[in-house]
């Protein structure tokens, strides 16, 4: 019983040239487009928004931290006070787990637009 050879990958390649071109001038592609804004200075000129020393950082760090606890706090007690009954009561009296889920919820809402609108 003899067996077919498979063919090799000259063969394949051979049959396909027009594969072989593209998948070669992608990374040419990339490389021409690339290298002038590489080659490109960044100018001192323009102010950056961002901290320039560690202190600053940590100021940074400081003001948007207190500022986005008290408006998850903020948040949190205006969804309290839209929902029917006292949610805090609801939660820490009567241990109620369901009220504590959408309460998190509402947390982390509140949380992730005031995430959003500290990064820009």
């Known amino acids: 019983m003899k067996l077919a050879a498979l063919p090799q990958e000259d063969n394949l390649m051979a049959n396909n040239p027009p594969m072989k ?3 070669l001038s992608i ?24 901290a320039q020393t560690l202190l600053s950082a940590i100021g940074n760090v400081l003001i948007f931290a207190s500022i986005g606890i008290a408006a998850a706090i ?3 007690k205006v ?35 005031i995430a959003a609108s500290m990064l820009g």
């Open 27 to 50: 990374p040419m592609l990339l490389l021409i487009i690339a290298s002038p804004l590489m080659a490109a200075e960044p100018s001192a000129s323009i102010p950056s928004r961002h």
């Open 74 to 76: 903020i948040g949190f």
């Open 21 to 23: 071109k593209a998948f």
């Open 79 to 113: 969804f309290d006070i839209c929902t029917p009954g006292d949610l805090q009561k609801e939660i820490i009296e009567n241990k109620n787990i369901a009220a504590a889920i959408v309460a998190a919820a509402a947390i982390l809402g509140v949380c992730i637009i």
